[in-house]
């Protein structure tokens, strides 16, 4: 009954994405932040984020919305595609990750062949490294 209630009400509506569970998770912090400074600025700040949430969920301008969204996601995307680097390195148990102290140029070698020589394929260098 409720969710058939629900369905109709959210027909035509557009409901969520990227950029409202975003919106969200601020507000959630905000919120934290809020409850232990008792400073109102956040309190103000986290019901500002909530209302804006609600109001693009419920809204039926979807063009627009789907609009916002991908701005959000072009500018979160340099964050996304960094941190998905840092995961993957940190996962990577086969290789150790370095920069050349020459040039600065990223470079990984396979782990546990203890000290080896490096060359680097961005300068020339030469260099050791443990593996
Ligand atoms: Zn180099």
């Known amino acids: 009954m409720i969710r058939r209630f629900m369905a109709g009400f959210m027909a035509g509506r557009y409901g969520g994405d990227q950029l ?4 969200m998770a601020l507000y959630l912090t905000l919120y934290v932040i809020f409850l232990f400074t008792r400073l109102l600025v956040f309190e103000v700040l986290a019901l500002a984020l909530i209302t804006v949430s609600i109001f693009r969920s419920l809204s039926r301008n979807l063009e627009r919305r789907r609009a916002e969204n991908n701005r959000f996601m072009q500018a979160v995307r340099p964050v996304v595609r960094r941190w998905n680097t840092f995961r993957a390195r940190t996962q990577d148990r086969e290789h150790r990750y370095f920069k050349c102290p020459n040039c600065g140029q990223k470079m990984r070698v396979p782990r546990g062949k203890g000290r080896i020589t490096v060359h680097c394929r961005s300068c020339g ?3 050791e490294e443990k593996s």
Not at 20 to 23: S, T
């Open 20 to 23: 409202n569970l975003f919106l």
């Open 125 to 127: 260098a030469v260099f």
